[in-house]
């Protein structure tokens, strides 16, 4: 049971050039979400989907796009990345019960825009 | 939108200390959570905690929705409680759509 897993963990990209970061997960979740964590601050929700085929906007979606193709995966993508999109980006997933549960996070993709 | 304020940003204690983290928010929320990133930069959720008091061992949590703030309490801390915690809330029920703030980064010395 591997959880939430990011790919890729590290890259560098150049001013204008397009990357997709993947999110998988193998708990059957059906929520799922694009955080982006810049130095000292909180994590900022960038889009998320509750159930395939389904996407919505965050607080921060401007220069990003995302689809949810298939229930397990989350693709963010950056068409035309810029250097303010420098930072960590994080995925995240939860199940829709009657009880709450909490969103469990994959480990991170660092992201560098030069 | 709704405003989260963690205090003190730094806190620096040796180990066996006890230590206390704020977090303040503007709004009345259906959702509070209180997470921890270790140095690695790996999350975990501590707490779902929207009213009253949690422990989970060494740690505990109270937040009193009608005064709009929650603490974390650390009892005993230890060199693995470093780290960042972040306070985390959701104004009206949904999808779980959480506001963090800025954290609390917390270093225990041996």
């Known amino acids: 049971n591997a959880g939430v897993t990011q790919t890729p963990k590290f890259r560098v990209l150049k001013t204008g050039q397009s990357m997709t970061l993947l999110c998988a997960q193998d708990?059957?979740?059906?929520?799922m979400y694009w955080y982006r964590q810049d130095p000292g601050m909180g994590l900022r929700l960038i889009h998320y989907s509750v159930g395939e085929g389904t996407t919505a906007k965050g607080e921060v979606p401007d220069g990003y796009n995302v689809s949810r193709l298939k229930k397990q995966n989350f693709l963010l993508g950056l068409e035309s990345a810029a250097p303010s999109q420098t930072s960590v980006y994080f995925c995240?997933?939860?199940?829709?019960?009657?009880?709450?549960?909490?969103?469990?996070f994959g480990d991170g993709t660092r992201l560098s825009i030069l | 939108g709704i405003q989260v304020e963690q205090s003190p940003p730094d806190l620096i204690l040796q180990e066996g200390a006890n230590s206390t983290l704020r977090c303040n928010f503007s709004?009345?929320?259906?959702?509070l959570q209180w997470f921890h990133q270790n140095p690695w930069g790996q999350l975990i959720n501590l707490f779902y905690i929207p009213s009253g008091t949690k422990q989970n061992g060494r740690l505990s949590a109270t937040t009193v929705a009608t005064e709009r703030y929650s603490l974390l309490y650390i009892s005993s801390s230890q060199t693995t409680d470093s780290g960042v915690y972040f306070c985390a809330v959701e104004r009206s029920p949904g999808a779980q759509k959480l506001v963090f703030g800025q954290g609390t980064r917390l270093t225990i010395n041996p």
């Open positions: 995240a997933s939860t199940g829709v019960l009657e009880m709450f549960q909490p969103q469990h």
């Open positions: 708990m059957n979740h059906e929520y």
């Open positions: 709004d009345s929320v259906n959702n």
